[in-house]
């Protein structure tokens, strides 16, 4: 009789209101394999890995660990059957280090000092065993994210897991980094460690797993050997119709420069030069992509560009408007300017969550007309104007009433791209287009900027996504350290070149 | 993902049901309290309710308090809106009957009533609104959190109006410190005087026209919110700080402009009480109702139609409680304080106590009305 499966969900039902997250959902992960799972936003995947962490529980089904029924409560159930999970946004304790982070709360022994030495053994160990090299003294806050991750990692093992899920492991990393995780994910499997990996990215699920499940609206739809299928039969799966992954992309045709930006320069409050002497120009009918590891002065350029930040050095010339740390613009006379702004947190700055959908599709032009007039908000205009945005970005449910949380990411993203291409700005400032958003979307959202790229806009994009990047932009810049590290035409940039820019300085 | 977002109630049960529920939950224990003291708790709600409805006089005495609830309700809610919590209400009323006694003191022998009055309403807004434009200015500009600040800007207006009801405003030859009484044009006339010119009687309380203004304050701070543009960035500021700045709404100033409106609103309690019932600038004619204006708001969940409602709530709950301590020697004042407070601990503080059970009692009857969440989730 072959072992059983090391873990087995059997029906597993989750409604959360009205929603139904969970339908029904069976699956069996063999011991010591890399399993993939993906699906889009609200696929269910998500809130299937947290009831087998026990974060949330099941409202029916079962859950069997080697072939035996169990019930998980809450995480602390979860770990005591050896199923660990390392989350999407660190739960680390910046101050501690290493070592102090991995034995907290799980420390061996009443006293730290023979806690943390017996915990300094064991980690020594698992990161022989599994290539996960860190130094166990060095305070986490000090780590680069890949080292953080790493350490999430460890604390797992460290408490006994067999089973690591990891959520979308891969959104902070460099391509390097992502290359190396992988090498640890196969030593773990090597060492009998069942990986479980969440992601939406079809080139990781290739890359790295052996088995890839495909949920969406909360069911199993398939389930493939890896070797056996390919990305686009995976993206067919999830989307559930046929994707055209590649663009066919017409070269752009550049006109004059309607953003130049000389040596523009940013220092924090504790005077960290967070941009230093940067240069570009961005002209009509091209985008400009800014490729970089997160927190590389990425954002404060899209915020200094938006009127958000004042530089503290350099020019921005718009037209006949000259903007410098001496005269600087607020984010209305951005507008005014003819340069919108789809911000990168879309949830923090992008909307207003409680706010009906025809509320936030003005946020921004609240005062200009037909939304005001006269000193009096339009209801009537609002709707007219929402409805005739959900229309023409597909934007569902339609209806300008809903709140703004209440539409799904992608949904919320397509509203604010609508709202800011609406007024047919000169310039369109971009971040991270498609972050966190389902595939059906993000195929829309691209096709969207080429085409107002070819209408005559210049388009300025950050994405961490270097696909996206790739995909899209006709010029690269590579930020590092708050400068500009390269750059390199669309058609001639790769990953590793670029990889190797972002991490330059 | 919908994951762990709280999924809303039906509107019915979150502003009718809810609140409800919370009342009676808060009259319960209050019950326990009054049988302690040896009350029959039905005889003690039945004289409450009597006492707060039961003839003209008390209903004119129960909408009188309200309409002081009202504006300070009203001001809570304005600034929770843009996210400020302004707990200065009180000082901000003081200020503004001191604005309105002013005007009245020093114009009532020279302008008719036609002008003096409107004059005294917009002093007693103005006075209001610069007590708070204060903590304002400091809160937007300076840093200082105006929780701090609006509380310190009580004691002090109370400090200033001793002073100057003894100092300076005391009616020559009086022994306690009040004012002169203002001139007839200056006095808002009560309901009652206004309903007898066209031919109802009723009972004689100190309801005046400032009922009404209330009332009309309450369509005003609606219409401002929900249907202009600066009610909008206001609404932004409170709901979003990031996306006001993102969408270039000039924080510091809609923060204070916020905070004007809202001591605008807080200073018409003087209206009522100073030109409506008191007649002259007297000491701690606001006690009370600036604190009562954060419970009145929070139980109309900061609306204008909710804060009327609770108002009325509060009045009755003011005047009732009355006339328990009258009816029963065992039941004294501060019990009556304590029932109250009562209905301020359930009503907000403990807001949310009932909720996950009114959701679990309430989700089989709207699992199938399918939310919005499913809809966006599935598109």
Known sequence: MPPPPVIELRAIDKWFGAVHANRGVSLAIARGTITGIIGENGAGKSTLM????????????????????????????????????????????????????????????????????????????????????????????????GAQQRVEILKALYRGARVLILDEPTAVLTPQETDRLFRILRSLKAGGVTVILITHKLREIMAATDTVVVMRRGEVVAERATAATDREALAELMVGRKVRLALDKA??????????????????????AVLDDVDL??????????AGVSGNGQSELLEVLAGMRAPTAGRITIGARIITRHAPADPAEMRALGVAHVPEDRRRFG??????????????????????????????????????????????PPIPTVPSAGLSGGNQQKLILAREIAPAPRVLLVGQPTRGIDIGAIEFIHRRLLALRDAGCAILMVSVELDEIMALADRILVMAGGRIAGVVAGADADERRLGLMMTAS | MAAARRRPLPIWVDAGLLPVVNVLLALSVAGLIVLAAGVDPIDAVRVMLVGAFGSEEAVGYTLYYATNFVFTGLAVALAFHAGLFNIGGEGQAYLGGLGAGLVALGFDRILPAAILIPLAVAAAAGFGAAWAAIPGYLQAYRGSHIVVTTIMF??????????????????????????????????????????????????????????????????????????????????????????????????????VLALCLSGALAGFVGVNE???????????????????GIAVALIGRNHPAGVALASILFGALYQGGAELAFDFPSITRDMVVVIQGLVILFSGALANLVRPWLEAAIAPFVRDARGVDAIAEES
């Not at chain 1, 120009?281 to 800014?290: C, K, P, T």
Request: proline share 6%; glycine share 10%.
């Open chain 1, 351 to 396: 909307l207003v969550a409680p706010f009906e959908a025809r509320e936030s599709a003005v946020l921004g032009y609240q005062r200009r007309a037909p939304f005001s007039r006269r000193g009096w908000l339009d209801p009537a205009a609002l709707s007219r104007h929402c409805r005739a945005l959900m229309t023409h970005f597909d934007v569902r």
């Open chain 1, 251 to 272: 070269p752009a045709v550049p006109g004059p420069p309607a953003l130049v930006v000389e040596r523009l320069g940013l220092r924090d409050r504790r005077g960290v």
């Open chain 2, 154 to 255: 009580n004691f002090i207006a109370a400090a200033l109006m001793v002073y100057l009801l003894v100092n300076v405003l005391i009616a020559p030859g009086s022994m306690s410190p009040e004012s002169r009484e203002i001139g007839a044009v200056a006095q808002l006339p009560a309901l009652h005087v206004l309903l007898r010119g066209i031919g109802l009687t009723v009972a004689p309380s100190p309801l005046n026209l400032s009922a009404v203004w209330a009332a009309l304050c309450c369509v005003a701070v609606w219409l401002f919110l929900w249907r202009t543009p600066r009610g909008y960035e206001l609404r932004v500021l409170g709901h979003n700080a990031d996306a006001a700045r993102y969408a270039g709404i000039d924080v510091g100033r809609t923060t």
């Open chain 1, 50 to 145: 947290n009831i087998l962490y026990g974060l949330v529980e099941a409202d029916g089904g079962q859950i069997l660990v080697d072939g035996a029924p169990v019930r998980l409560r809450r995480p602390a159930d979860a770990i005591a059957h050896g199923i660990g999970m390392v989350h999407q946004h660190f739960l680390l304790v910046d101050r501690l280090t290493v070592l102090e982070n991995v034995a907290l709360g799980a420390e061996a022994a009443p006293l730290l000092g023979r806690a943390l030495r017996a915990a300094r053994v064991e980690l020594a160990r698992l990161e022989r065993d599994y290539g996960l090299e860190v130094d166990p003294d060095a305070p986490v806050g000090a780590l680069p994210i």
């Open chain 1, 281 to 290: 120009a961005l002209n009509a009918g091209e985008i400009v992509g800014i």
């Open chain 2, 274 to 292: 100073i030109l409506g019932v008191q007649h002259r600038l007297i000491l701690d004619f606001a006690a009370g109702y600036g604190f009562g």
